[in-house]
């Protein structure tokens, strides 16, 4: 804004001042056209040496001081013959023409006397076939002249001319004047447009200010308090600003309400799935016990009856399965810290593998472990779940033959443990939701059997509740887990179960 104001005013003093100086240039020529003209057609007995009280103003010597006389001119300039100069400044020139020829030619000088014109000079001021206008010409070494040619009272050519200096010199006076005054009036208005706008704009800064807070609050996920507002002073509904800030705060104030619905909605969630888990655990303990009670028994059963207890306690245990699951998401979510023990992954991941290859021969696995063993504060059982659940999702999701690589590292003051596969990959519509509960695909990572959709969301949820991140990039060929977790964590205290 400033910029653009500074801008503006530069403009406007350049044109006024451009436009004043030419003005100035042109009302003085003007002038001293009127004058030479005047000149010319002053009568004989009018027409005194020059530089008299008649030659008084702007464009005249003006006449000397009362009792002050100008010095006697030289001999050579006094035995010419004189000519007139009415009413001209002193560094004038005057000409005749006679019959067409140059007869004579002389300067003004500052003492009254005259000086004659040389050979070029006096050539220079030929007006040709300009009559009764004024023109402009380079009169040698003097300088450039404006003149005026007209015939007298004797039938001769009268040409007299003032040079252009009288003009230039009080125009480039004032536009010296003008560049001066335009200059310290735009300093003098950014310093205090700087500070008017400054001022003015600080409101804005502050509600900006408040703006920025906002964005950078985490409100995608947990409990949110929404407390940032613009200060009331910011708020004055007859300012502009005061409009911005008062809109602002009652957005904020909606986005609060809206959060805290959320954030109740979804605590009702947690703790219905949290409850409801807890209490089908019972009963699925019972249906699963009864199932294998049966199947045990010496008596004999038709075969569709022993068909049908297995499949109830296959289902019943894919069914503790999901239900321990949702139970884990429901304690994760709900903050409760986990058991902080030395862990030594490079010996969890190896024994996980070998688990890995027991459940699927028909892959190819493969150890890509650091020399020394690599030791993390956290849950053994927990990061026990998130490497068996990465290789299950590999193993699953990936055609018999193919290669799964696990790799542990550590870079950077934390330990990197990667799952990589070649796989067909992951679509790319699904990979930004893949760590969500439920997130399945309908191409070759769809889900098989057995499988809950929570596996991913298990890995996501108990590498943040070690102060870790877990992502991933795939390709047809290649998809990679990256699981990272710090080598200490600051959370501390034992898992509630």
């Avoid at 304690?331 to 030594?344: F, I, K, M, N």
Wanted: overall charge negative.
């Amino acid at each position: 804004m400033i910029t653009v104001v500074v801008a503006l005013l530069s403009v406007l003093c350049i044109v006024i001042g451009v436009t004043s100086v030419l003005f100035l240039r042109s009302f003085l020529i003007d002038r001293l056209d009127s004058d030479l003209m005047a000149a010319t057609h002053a009568p004989p007995n009018d027409r005194g040496r020059g530089g008299g009280t008649e030659g008084g103003g702007p464009l005249s010597g003006g006449a000397p001081p009362p009792g002050v006389g100008p010095p006697p001119c030289t001999a050579s300039a006094a035995t010419l013959t004189p000519l007139q100069f009415p009413g001209l400044p002193w560094g004038s020139v005057a000409a005749r023409m006679v019959n067409g020829q140059l007869v004579g030619g002389s300067q003004l000088t500052s003492d009254n006397c005259q000086q004659p014109l040389t050979t070029d000079q006096l050539a220079a001021m030929d007006p040709g076939n300009v009559l009764n206008t004024a023109y402009t010409r380079q009169v040698g070494s003097l300088g450039t002249y404006r003149m005026y040619a007209a015939v007298d009272s004797f039938g001769n050519v009268a040409i007299y001319g003032v040079s252009l200096s009288t003009v230039t010199d009080p125009a480039d006076a004032f536009g010296f004047i003008v560049a001066s005054v335009g200059a310290a009036a735009l300093i003098v208005a950014t310093v205090v447009g700087t500070a008017i706008v400054r001022r003015t704009l600080r409101p804005l800064r502050r509600v900006a200010d408040t703006a920025s807070r906002v964005a950078e609050l985490e409100l995608g996920r947990g409990d949110v308090a929404l407390s940032v507002r613009v200060p009331e002073s910011d708020t004055d509904p007859h300012t502009e600003v005061g409009q911005v800030g008062a809109a602002l705060n009652r957005m904020l104030g909606h986005v609060d309400a809206a959060l805290a619905a959320r954030q109740a909605s979804e605590m009702r969630v947690r703790q219905f799935v949290a409850d409801a888990s807890h209490e089908l655990r019972t009963p699925l303990a019972a249906i699963r016990g009864y199932a294998e009670l049966t199947r045990r028994s010496d008596d004999d059963v038709p075969p569709n009856v022993a068909h049908a207890i297995r499949r109830v306690e296959s289902e019943s245990a894919r069914m503790t399965v999901l239900v321990n699951d949702l139970l884990l998401l429901a304690r994760l979510d709900s903050g409760r810290p986990l058991a902080r023990d030395q862990v030594d992954l490079s010996r969890l991941v190896v024994d996980t593998v070998s688990d890995a290859h027991i459940a699927g021969p028909r892959h190819n696995w493969r150890l890509d472990l650091p020399p020394d063993p690599v030791v993390v504060s956290g849950d053994e059982q927990r990061l026990h779940q998130v490497l068996a659940n990465l290789l299950s999702n590999a193993r699953t999701h990936t055609p018999a033959g193919a290669t799964v690589t696990t790799g542990l590292a550590e870079s950077n003051g934390d330990v990197v443990l990667t799952v990589a596969d070649d796989g067909p990959g992951i679509p790319s519509d699904l990979l930004p939701e893949v760590f969500e509960r439920f997130a399945r695909a309908d191409t070759s990572r769809s889900r098989n059997s057995g499988s809950t959709g929570l596996g991913l969301a298990i890995v996501a949820a108990v590498v943040a509740a070690h102060d870790g991140a877990v992502d991933v990039v795939s390709e047809p060929g290649n998809t990679v887990f990256t699981v990272r977790l710090p080598h200490h964590s600051s959370n501390t205290g034992a898992a509630q179960e």
